[in-house]
């Protein structure tokens, strides 16, 4: 079979378009997805910006109630003189009061001394001291840690009087109501 020129013409034309729409269709494709990866990307950091915020308003907030306990001349008083049923209920206290369902106090050695979670950690050392330093030297103290296969966001505070005495650390679990509110 014999192609005549109107033939070779149709078909040179055809596979020209062909190509031509090939190489258009791949280089839509490659810049619509690098596109929409980027904009992913971008919608990624701003919803984590907005995520971390959020979690220093909280750290700010369940810092400023553990500041509270922490300057609170009874408690100072109990952990002075080692009252621990006061130490105790104080804490689950103020736990309640700012959303955190486990209280720990921290000896200066980083021993844990109380937990309000039966049975608790207490006598073992507090597994995170660098929160225990940043406390200490006046930074800020919050991270995300995992006690008990759980994870939670926890606050450490210096108990001052007027030196440090102690530290109370404030955990709030990282459940789903709490990644909800936030």
């Known amino acids: 079979m014999r192609f005549g020129l109107r033939n070779k013409l149709a078909l ?3 596979i020209t378009l062909v190509t031509v ?22 919608q990624l950091r701003r919803s984590a910006d907005l995520f971390l915020r959020q979690l220093d308003v ?3 907030r369940i810092a400023e109630g553990a500041e509270i306990l ?10 002075a003189s080692n009252d621990r049923p006061t130490i105790r209920s104080a804490l689950r ?27 608790g950690v207490e006598g073992v050392e507090f597994a995170f001291p660098d929160l225990l330093d940043a406390a200490f030297a006046g930074e800020r103290a919050a991270s995300t ?38």
């Open 12 to 14: 040179f034309l055809v």
């Open 21 to 42: 729409q090939g190489l258009t269709g791949v280089v839509v494709y490659v810049t619509t997805r690098d596109i929409l990866i980027e904009n992913g990307k971008e």
């Open 58 to 60: 909280r750290t700010q």
């Open 70 to 79: 922490a300057s609170d001349f009874p408690l100072r008083q109990a952990v």
């Open 93 to 119: 206290n103020h736990g309640r009061r700012v959303g955190a369902t486990r209280m720990l106090l921290v000896n200066l050695e980083g021993m844990v001394e109380l937990d309000t979670l039966p049975p």
């Open 145 to 182: 840690v995992v006690l008990d296969d759980t994870a939670f966001w926890v606050v450490v505070l210096p108990v001052l009087a007027p030196t440090p005495i102690a530290y109370i650390a404030a955990a709030i679990p990282l459940d789903d109501a709490l990644l909800e509110e936030l």
